[in-house]
């Protein structure tokens, strides 16, 4: 019997086999806030992160073409069965600030990579 960690081996019985995994991109989805939250004057965006390996992407907000990091929390990785890990990231905003940005994005960079970006036009989105 073998016992595979993700590209770890730990060879139980010596007729074991390895298979390694490169660098797979994660698909990103961003959320809108609701109309509920923008009416009581905030908005929190959520970045879905899925299928992506290996679990050093890391996730960043742009609101209306600049980097933001005021009001980001980022959730811990979680390993699938597929050996793909899914994480999140939120941005909370004012109301305000959530109309007037134009767009807000999502990126996933990794050292040596391009970045995978997920954009949110708020004209596309209703209130």
């Known amino acids: 019997m073998s016992l595979y960690h993700c590209g770890t081996l730990l060879v139980e019985e010596p007729n074991s086999s390895l298979t390694v995994m490169g660098v797979v991109r994660p698909t990103l989805t961003v959320l809108p806030p609701s109309r509920e939250e923008l009416q009581k004057d905030s908005a929190t965006l959520v970045c879905l992160a899925s299928g992506g390996f290996p679990s050093t992407w890391s996730l960043g907000w742009k609101v209306g073409g600049s980097s933001s990091s005021s009001g980001v929390s980022h959730s811990l990785e979680v390993l699938g069965r597929d050996c793909h890990y899914s994480w999140s990231s939120t941005l909370s905003l004012s109301a305000d600030q959530w109309r007037k940005a134009g767009s807000v994005s999502c990126e996933a960079s ?14 596309r989105c209703s209130e």
């Open 110 to 123: 990794l050292s040596g990579q391009s970045p995978v970006t997920q954009t949110l036009d708020l004209d």
